[in-house]
């Protein structure tokens, strides 16, 4: 009879939950698709900011990230210096924030722009225009609508 190791349990064990544990992650990742409209690409984004970690660390951000442009993921990019952009002075009031408003204020066959306003946590308002753009070339991104532009945020000041 054959005797297995202990650890070669351990070790399959351990595979088995990283491949369950990757592929639960990837389906709450909402991917891009030409039926996304551009207003939801952005509610998408800010959604999963409102809740940065969760279900795991910087979710939110990662969520935010496929739905980039890929242009845009070239100057901001790889994932891990985009992380660290967000969570600058920059950006970090888009974490965890407690609520959004967006308005469409420039539209085009291929380009929307909104202005977007934020309460963050701190009960600070921020607006900041947000631009996205429909992708045009061919491959699986071929006529979805991705960020392009957002701009740093304008302080509006305190709730209180």
Same mark, same amino acid.
């Given at each position: 009879? #054959?005797?297995?190791?202990?650890?070669? @349990?351990?070790?399959?064990?351990?595979?088995?939950f990283l491949i369950f544990s990757t592929s639960e992650l990837n389906a709450?990742?909402?991917?891009p698709n030409p039926d996304i409209k551009p207003k939801e690409v952005i509610?998408?984004? /800010?959604?999963?900011?409102?809740?940065?970690?969760? %279900?795991?660390?910087?979710?939110?951000?990662?969520? +935010?990230?496929?739905?980039?442009? %890929?242009?845009?993921?070239?100057?901001?990019?790889?994932?891990?210096?985009?992380?660290?952009?967000?969570? +600058?002075?920059?950006?970090?009031? /888009? #974490?965890?924030?407690?609520? @959004?408003e967006i308005v469409e204020v420039y539209k085009s066959k291929g380009i929307?722009?909104?202005?977007? +306003?934020?309460?963050?946590?701190?009960?600070? @308002?921020?607006?900041?225009?947000?631009?996205?753009?429909? @992708?045009? #070339?061919?491959?699986?991104?071929?006529?979805?609508?991705?960020?392009?532009?957002?701009?740093?945020?304008?302080?509006?000041?305190?709730?209180?």
């Amino acid at each position: 009879m #054959l005797k297995i190791q202990p650890d070669i @349990y351990r070790i399959f064990f351990v595979f088995i939950f990283l491949i369950f544990s990757t592929s639960e992650l990837n389906a709450e990742i909402k991917k891009p698709n030409p039926d996304i409209k551009p207003k939801e690409v952005i509610e998408i984004q /800010l959604n999963a900011l409102m809740k940065n970690d969760t %279900p795991s660390k910087d979710h939110g951000i990662i969520q +935010t990230w496929f739905f980039a442009h %890929p242009n845009n993921q070239r100057v901001t990019g790889p994932i891990e210096r985009f992380k660290n952009m967000i969570k +600058t002075d920059s950006y970090s009031m /888009l #974490l965890n924030h407690e609520n @959004y408003e967006i308005v469409e204020v420039y539209k085009s066959k291929g380009i929307s722009t909104f202005e977007v +306003t934020i309460m963050d946590k701190d009960k600070k @308002y921020y607006k900041f225009k947000w631009q996205v753009e429909k @992708y045009e #070339l061919d491959g699986f991104l071929k006529n979805c609508w991705l960020t392009t532009a957002v701009s740093q945020p304008m302080p509006m000041g305190s709730s209180i």
